[in-house]
């Protein structure tokens, strides 16, 4: 970066600043709160009055989320699928990179960690990935919902909720599961049983963590000096960081212990004694 450019810059910079600056000044004092900030924070967390009509029914905003984003994936799905699956080419294109690329990132997260069943556990981990990614992601958009009382209110994401967060911890739990019975039968189960805090650390680490950046965001938002540029930057650190992080994390945990108990037990059994002898060896040596 040239001389030149990086005084442009820091002019740019310093403009911005100071309309910020301008922009705090003229609107301190025309605004009302209608909430304190733990109101704020309470409703981000239950949604007690932030409750909205859904085919007639009173109905928790992440729910209305997780019926969109399901249908928004879908529908990508099936595009994809019509459209640009059937002109796939040998030396693929920007698009076609990106697909392949998304697929293979799963894919192999799959086959790295469990070696001897992950037909299935691929699958699962790219649909459940994505459906993490998409709804994180989702919250960016913004989309505006009339409340039960006639409040605004701008759907969060699905996750976001704790009902969502234990529904796919749980279900990550029972694939692992599955991946035990047909590893091992009843040796699976027990091999999956001993894990049983498994679905619970699962469900809230993923509920935690989403559930910190609404609140960070919400806070900022709340507090008119900091509301005038900042939300932006904050608002897309945390929902990218913690969409790409916990899509991962969460398929990775689920990878390797389908992994675990998916493996024969002979063959665990088999490498202890291996390394057992090999330690005996050693030690004569």
Same mark, same amino acid.
């Given at each position: 970066m040239t001389k030149k450019q990086k005084i442009r810059t820091l002019v740019i910079l310093g403009v911005l600043l100071v309309l910020i600056i301008i922009g705090i000044i003229l609107t301190n004092g025309q605004y009302e709160k209608h909430e304190t900030i733990k109101e704020v924070m309470r409703d981000a967390v239950l949604h007690e009055d932030g409750k909205i009509r859904f085919f007639g029914l009173s109905a928790n905003p992440s729910v209305v989320s997780g019926f969109i984003v399901t249908c928004i994936i879908l529908l990508f799905a099936?595009?994809?699928?019509?459209?640009?699956?059937?002109?796939?080419?040998?030396?693929?294109?920007? =698009?076609?990179?990106?697909?392949?690329?998304? $697929?293979? &990132?799963?894919?192999? #997260?799959?086959?790295?960690?469990?070696?001897? +069943?992950?037909?299935?556990?691929?699958?699962?981990? =790219?649909?459940?990935?994505?459906?993490?990614? $998409?709804? &994180?992601?989702?919250? #960016?958009?913004?989309?505006?919902?009339?409340? +039960?009382?006639?409040?605004?209110?701008?759907?969060?994401?699905?996750?976001?909720?704790?009902?969502g967060a234990i529904s796919i911890g749980v279900l990550s739990y029972l694939v692992i599961l599955s991946g035990g019975i047909a590893g091992n039968k009843l040796k699976g189960v027990g091999l999956t049983l001993k894990e049983f805090s498994l679905p619970i650390s699962m469900s809230f680490r993923l509920f935690g963590a989403l559930l910190s950046g609404a609140l960070v965001t919400e806070l900022v938002y709340f507090y008119i000096n900091l509301s005038f540029g900042l939300p932006v930057v904050v608002g897309l650190l945390f929902t990218a960081l913690h969409a790409l992080i916990q899509a991962y994390v969460l398929c990775m945990l689920t990878t390797v212990f389908y992994g675990e108990v998916s493996e024969p037990v002979a063959k665990k059994e088999k490498k202890k004694k291996d390394k057992k002898t090999k330690a005996k060896v050693m030690e004569e040596l």
């Amino acid at each position: 970066m040239t001389k030149k450019q990086k005084i442009r810059t820091l002019v740019i910079l310093g403009v911005l600043l100071v309309l910020i600056i301008i922009g705090i000044i003229l609107t301190n004092g025309q605004y009302e709160k209608h909430e304190t900030i733990k109101e704020v924070m309470r409703d981000a967390v239950l949604h007690e009055d932030g409750k909205i009509r859904f085919f007639g029914l009173s109905a928790n905003p992440s729910v209305v989320s997780g019926f969109i984003v399901t249908c928004i994936i879908l529908l990508f799905a099936l595009i994809v699928r019509l459209f640009f699956l059937p002109r796939f080419k040998e030396v693929p294109g920007k =698009f076609q990179l990106l697909i392949e690329t998304w $697929v293979e &990132t799963f894919r192999n #997260l799959a086959e790295g960690n469990s070696k001897h +069943i992950n037909k299935f556990l691929g699958a699962y981990v =790219f649909a459940a990935g994505s459906y993490i990614f $998409v709804g &994180t992601c989702f919250e #960016l958009f913004g989309i505006q919902f009339e409340t +039960i009382k006639g409040n605004s209110i701008a759907l969060p994401a699905p996750l976001a909720d704790i009902n969502g967060a234990i529904s796919i911890g749980v279900l990550s739990y029972l694939v692992i599961l599955s991946g035990g019975i047909a590893g091992n039968k009843l040796k699976g189960v027990g091999l999956t049983l001993k894990e049983f805090s498994l679905p619970i650390s699962m469900s809230f680490r993923l509920f935690g963590a989403l559930l910190s950046g609404a609140l960070v965001t919400e806070l900022v938002y709340f507090y008119i000096n900091l509301s005038f540029g900042l939300p932006v930057v904050v608002g897309l650190l945390f929902t990218a960081l913690h969409a790409l992080i916990q899509a991962y994390v969460l398929c990775m945990l689920t990878t390797v212990f389908y992994g675990e108990v998916s493996e024969p037990v002979a063959k665990k059994e088999k490498k202890k004694k291996d390394k057992k002898t090999k330690a005996k060896v050693m030690e004569e040596l």
